[in-house]
């Protein structure tokens, strides 16, 4: 009994942060793009110099960017990869969620994720505290 408890238990922990989860996969995509983009300026070939501007001795203009070796770069989008399929996993876990009655995941919605005080979800769906957290530890436990 002890076992399904804590598996309840570590269920509602996983929702709770399901949008945290969500933030850092927006975060961890920005970051994706920018390096994506600054892997795009290396592979483009140097400006090129008229014939002219290459005989001269005079110094040509230079372009002040900070020199990371592509290796590196792609080595920091394979990690911020792997992080966000590690974030999606954590979502992808709450699916079974998806089991309860439409009612039940709008409470867990309420609470978890828009951050709604209790009492305020306790009213608007009928129950006591109490007798709502312990209705929704009930529910879950019938579908695991």
Do not use: W
């Not at 309840?8 to 983009?37: A, G, M, P, R, W």
């Not at 070939?45 to 290459?54: F, T, V």
């Not at 979800?121 to 006591?128: A, I, L, N, R």
Request: charged share 30%; net charge positive; hydrophobic share 35%.
């Amino acid at each position: 009994m002890n076992n399904k408890s804590d598996r309840v238990t570590q269920l509602i922990n996983d929702f709770k942060s399901v949008k945290y989860c969500c933030n850092k996969i927006i975060d961890i995509n920005l970051q994706l793009e920018e390096l994506n983009h600054k892997i795009l300026g290396i592979s483009h070939n140097r400006q090129i110099l008229s014939a002219e501007q290459e005989k001269s001795m005079l110094p040509m203009p230079k372009y002040n960017r900070y020199y990371t070796s592509p290796l590196a770069m792609l080595y920091e989008i394979e990690k911020l990869e792997e992080e966000a399929n590690y974030y999606r996993r954590r979502i992808i876990e709450c699916k079974a969620l998806e089991l309860l009655d439409i009612k039940d995941q709008n409470i867990l919605f309420d609470l978890y994720i828009y951050r709604t005080d209790p009492y305020i979800v306790c009213e608007k769906y009928g129950y006591t505290k109490r007798g709502m957290y312990k209705h929704i530890r009930n529910e879950i436990k019938k579908i695991l």
